[in-house]
């Protein structure tokens, strides 16, 4: 939410009774609530449930962005509906929202090889050069924002997914599977 915010020049709100920082705005001809939640990640579907009931969204007109450890590092890819995949919040969004065909933004973070070390590995700071990769592919997905927001996710898609894959270097190269 941030790079968005930066570029939009708005702020968020914490909302204590909807768990989430929010920030309610007018973008490519359509009204946007972006929340993030103030939970824990495996809490956060509490926050959208509360957020999607409080200004009546339906559950197919939202966008999840969260990180994925199945796509590499700086990889972004945008999805319609299908499984939680294993992960934590996702599934907390499931459990609390029935209805699985919105959108999801994966952000690529890479795997650490071994599932043992997973957890460790997610609530690791990224190195300098991965977390460069990883805000670009951020930028790359806030590029094709306006085409999702009219409709054309297809399009988006194409073109979020036919953008070059990041350059790998030794440094990224041990974090990927």
């Excluded at 930066?6 to 359509?30: C, D, F, N, P, Y």
């Excluded at 499984?83 to 599934?91: C, D, I, K, Q």
């Excluded at 085409?147 to 996710?153: E, H, P, S, T, Y």
Aim: proline share 5%; charged share 20%.
């Amino acid at each position: 939410m941030g790079e968005l915010l930066r570029r939009i020049g708005g702020s968020a709100k914490a909302v204590s009774r909807l768990h989430a920082e929010l920030v309610r705005m007018e973008t490519h001809g359509r009204t946007c609530v972006l929340a993030m939640p103030d939970t824990f990640m495996n809490h956060s579907g509490q926050a959208v449930r509360a957020v999607l009931d409080y200004y009546q969204i339906p559950a197919v007109n939202m966008l999840v962005a969260y990180d994925e450890l199945d796509l590499p590092v700086g990889t972004a890819r945008l999805k319609q509906g299908g499984g939680h995949g294993g992960h934590n919040g996702l599934r907390d969004i499931f459990r609390h929202v029935p209805e699985h065909d919105f959108l999801r933004l994966r952000i690529g973070i890479g795997h650490p090889g071994v599932k043992d070390q997973v957890v460790d590995y997610v609530l690791s700071r990224p190195t300098a050069a991965e977390e460069l990769q990883i805000r670009q592919s951020i930028n790359m997905s806030l590029d094709v924002l306006p085409a999702v927001l009219g409709g054309q996710v297809a399009a988006a898609m194409k073109t979020l997914h036919t953008q070059l894959a990041p350059a790998l270097d030794a440094s990224t190269s041990n974090r990927i599977a």
